[in-house]
């Protein structure tokens, strides 16, 4: 039987079922009833023509010369690379690659000692299975600890960290480690002198230490308003609500005090602590706002007393001053006279007398009058 193979072709030789050669291009003459059978096939990509085992392939140097074989060991992965170009991730263990017109590659990289290592590129990653790596990213201001099989090996601090997943569970815990924010809200407290007010109450922390904080503690946030709690009741409950609302900053730094003593127990910093709001209960707010508007109207009736008396005096200098200096007497007429006239619309001068005589007279009769 007479087989044509093509320049891009190969042509697999068979008697009686059992592998003969690989040709390639050409003209061939192989008689069917001898047993002989052909199978042709492209030469590109991935081989095909697997019926036959690899290893009675490999035989044929023909074979081995246009075609490349890839076993990627247990432990290890593929990165399947086509004319110098990423292709794939080598998903199964074994490959048989045509390498005649195009040139294939596989770059194995080992996944013992669980650290991932830089020649993993970006572009490696975005072909390779999840499944296979864990990757933690640690941003601004945090800390990971790092566990393998759920025992902790160490501190990560900022940035990205990969690992293989074949050793190990891999796993990470982020801890943020910036300042937080607590705020009590409408915390009910007696006085010593028996009033009920609420408060409420601001700090600010940060976690310490992330190893120290994970051994102990389990719930941060319930705790901590706890401590903050039993802080406010113990400081704010020695003092009387005048007390309270006079010496405010007082109590705030008496309250971070007692917070920094307690600062240990929860493996965190304090940074601030004090007072936003004192509620009071509506009938003692009512007795307050009485209390100020008394006092500021007394203050009113003072400032009030004070002006009359500060202007009685001025008026009694200037009367001992105009007794004693005539001329000032005079002048002090003249001005209101000059005053008057100046509310007059119009002025009528009878008899022979002048305009200064008359006014004279007028003031005189004025000063007779008064």
């Known amino acids: 039987m007479r087989y044509m193979i093509k320049d891009n072709q190969a042509g697999f030789v068979l008697k009686n079922g059992i592998f003969?050669?690989?040709?390639?291009?050409?003209?061939?003459?192989?008689?069917?009833?001898?047993?002989?059978?052909?199978?042709?096939?492209e030469m590109e990509g991935e081989l095909g023509y697997l019926d036959v085992p690899y290893q009675a392939l490999a035989r044929d140097a023909a074979f081995l010369g246009a075609t490349v074989h890839i076993e990627i060991p247990d432990g290890s992965v593929g990165f399947i690379y086509v004319n110098g170009k990423l292709s794939s991730f080598a998903s199964r263990r074994e490959y048989t690659f045509w390498n005649v017109f195009d040139k294939y590659e596989v770059k194995v990289l080992s996944m013992a000692g669980t650290v991932m290592a830089g020649e993993v590129t970006r572009h490696m990653l975005s072909v390779l299975p999840l499944k296979l790596y864990k990757e933690i990213t640690v941003g601004e201001g945090e800390v990971?600890?790092?566990?393998?099989?759920?025992?902790?090996?160490?501190?990560?601090?900022?940035?990205?960290?990969?690992?293989?997943?074949?050793?190990?569970?891999?796993?990470?815990?982020?801890?943020?480690?910036?300042?937080?924010?607590?705020?009590?809200?409408?915390?009910?407290?007696?006085?010593?002198?028996?009033?009920?007010i609420r408060m409420?109450?601001?700090?600010?922390?940060?976690?310490?230490?992330?190893?120290?904080f994970v051994e102990k503690i389990s719930d941060l946030k319930g705790?901590?308003?706890?401590?903050?709690?039993?802080?406010?009741?113990?400081?704010?409950?020695?003092?009387?609500?005048?007390?309270?609302?006079?010496?405010?900053?007082?109590?705030?730094?008496?309250?971070?005090?007692?917070?920094?003593?307690?600062?240990?127990?929860?493996?965190v910093e304090f940074l601030s602590a004090g007072i936003k709001d004192i509620i009071l209960p509506g009938?003692?707010?009512?007795?307050?706002?009485?209390?100020?508007?008394?006092?500021?109207?007394?203050?009113?009736?003072?400032?009030?007393?004070?002006e009359e008396v500060a202007s009685t005096r001025s008026l009694l200098n200037t009367a001992k001053?105009?007794?004693?200096?005539?001329?000032?007497?005079?002048?002090?007429?003249?001005?209101?006279?000059?005053?008057?006239?100046?509310?007059?619309?119009?002025?009528?001068?009878?008899?022979?007398?002048?305009?200064?005589?008359?006014?004279s007279r007028l003031m005189g009769s004025g000063q007779a009058a008064l």
């Open 223 to 267: 705790q901590l308003y706890a401590a903050v709690q039993l802080a406010i009741r113990e400081i704010v409950g020695n003092y009387k609500l005048d007390e309270i609302l006079e010496a405010r900053e007082q109590i705030s730094l008496e309250i971070y005090a007692a917070l920094k003593k307690r600062e240990a127990m929860f493996c």
């Open 321 to 359: 001053l105009m007794d004693e200096n005539k001329t000032l007497c005079k002048l002090k007429e003249l001005e209101y006279l000059e005053k008057i006239c100046e509310k007059v619309g119009e002025i009528s001068v009878n008899g022979s007398a002048g305009i200064v005589e008359q006014l």
């Open 200 to 212: 409420n109450v601001a700090s600010m922390y940060r976690i310490r230490d992330a190893v120290e």
């Open 283 to 306: 009938e003692i707010r009512e007795i307050m706002n009485s209390v100020l508007v008394a006092e500021k109207t007394a203050q009113a009736n003072v400032i009030s007393r004070r």
């Open 20 to 41: 003969q050669k690989m040709v390639t291009a050409g003209t061939y003459y192989f008689p069917k009833i001898l047993g002989y059978e052909v199978t042709v096939e």
């Open 144 to 196: 990971a600890l790092l566990y393998y099989d759920n025992v902790m090996q160490k501190q990560l601090e900022k940035g990205t960290y990969r690992f293989w997943l074949y050793e190990h569970n891999v796993t990470g815990k982020i801890f943020d480690m910036k300042q937080k924010e607590l705020d009590i809200v409408g915390q009910e407290i007696l006085t010593k002198d028996k009033i009920g």
